[in-house]
């Protein structure tokens, strides 16, 4: 089942989308990534072909809904500033709409969000088989403040919890997109719990929050032989900024006592520095980085769990066989939660992925999809 992707914000004087229609159904899915800005309305409507009203553009299927209708004669405008990197991943019966076409409703929206170390692509495969058991619903892949495209996207401080939940709300807000399902892994899973927070009332609209292998408070270590992100990332510091090889730090993550899997990973941060491949830098921001998992360590959200407002369900998944320890006190509270917010008139679930260690997509995708599943259902379009 097709889909769709946009790795950047566009403009708004000129190209700027909101939805896009599906492609035509092939045997898996389909992406198109937009990163270059176009300099004028007209050439941004002829590269992209897009449809005006009911006529049909020729030599593509790609038809895409204009949210700022404006003359295309203009040939100058100032784009707005880009707020993160991200890709949209659409079923194939996504339908678009005109900015003011009150008559098709809002698409609804998931957006995923990775964990430290990683980027919106580690969701990629499992958001395609989302989209094609879910074609009426549309994925948004967000590479967080200094992770992944977006750590080209300087940003001001504090590096935390808190501003990296507020970016994914500018977000989506520029896009103007309004999620119905939250999910989040390990840091990520935090700033899901922090971006319901921060929007600080009753939701219009049921929104289910999922928190995959993380608590609101204390983030507890694994145990011994297991990767620590924490060393991870005091290593990662140490190593060049520009290397010769991926192979050089792979090498050097075992010697230094890094599963092989958690090696292989972190390598595919690694990106060439020119068209020759001779040299390898990092996408990531590592200071950065360092701030963020210091504000994941520090933050504490058990207050907002245990208050939820109405119009929020909130989920935690366990991983069985968890890096991270998880303890009986934060097990305790979590049930505790699930009593009073149903009394609320919100919703706290605990759930336990068998066969999973922290990385919960990729040990056990078949048994997280099934999870999962039950908000895309209850909320179907």
């Not at 964990?115 to 619903?137: D, M, Q, V, Y």
């Amino acid at each position: 089942m097709p889909t769709v992707s946009y790795s950047t914000a566009s403009s708004s004087g000129g190209c700027r989308f909101m939805f896009q229609s599906a492609l035509p159904a092939i045997n898996s899915p389909n992406f198109i990534r937009i990163r270059t800005h176009f300099q004028s309305d007209r050439l941004c409507m002829h590269r992209l072909a897009l449809v005006n009203g009911d006529r049909k553009a020729r030599g593509t299927t790609v038809r895409m809904a204009l949210v700022d209708e404006r003359l295309t004669t203009s040939q100058n405008f100032t784009e707005p500033p880009r707020i993160l990197a991200y890709d949209l991943v659409q079923g194939a019966l996504v339908k678009w709409r005109w900015k003011e076409d009150k008559s098709v409703p809002d698409t609804p929206t998931a957006v995923l969000l990775h964990g430290i170390l990683g980027s919106g692509k580690n969701w990629g495969t499992f958001a395609r088989r989302l989209a094609h058991e879910f074609p009426t619903w549309q994925f948004l892949l967000v590479d967080l403040r200094c992770h992944g495209d977006s750590a080209s996207l300087k940003k001001r401080g504090p590096h935390s919890v808190a501003s990296t939940a507020s970016d994914v709300l500018k977000l989506v807000g520029q896009l103007r997109l309004t999620p119905r399902v939250l999910v989040g892994h390990s840091f990520g899973g935090k700033v899901v719990l922090s971006m319901v927070e921060q929007a600080a009332k009753p939701l219009p609209r049921p929104v289910r929050a999922w928190v995959l292998d993380a608590t609101p408070g204390k983030v507890r270590a694994g145990g011994d032989g297991e990767d620590h992100p924490r060393e991870l990332i005091s290593f990662l510091r140490t190593l060049p900024k520009v290397v010769s090889s991926k192979r050089e730090v792979l090498n050097a993550l075992i010697k230094e006592g890094f599963s092989n899997d958690v090696a292989q990973w972190v390598i595919t941060n690694l990106r060439p520095t020119g068209p020759s491949c001779s040299s390898f830098s990092w996408t990531f921001d590592l200071d950065g980085i360092s701030q963020l998992y210091q504000s994941y360590e520090d933050t504490n959200l058990w207050n907002f769990v245990e208050n939820l407002p109405r119009g929020v369900h909130v989920n935690f998944l366990k991983a069985e066989r968890s890096l991270h320890r998880w303890a009986l006190e934060d097990l305790q509270r979590i049930h505790a939660a699930e009593e009073l917010a149903s009394e609320e008139g919100g919703g706290v679930e605990m759930h336990v992925l068998e066969d999973a260690g922290h990385w919960v997509h990729t040990d056990n995708p078949d048994g997280l999809f099934r999870i999962l599943s039950s908000s895309f259902q209850f909320l179907r379009a």
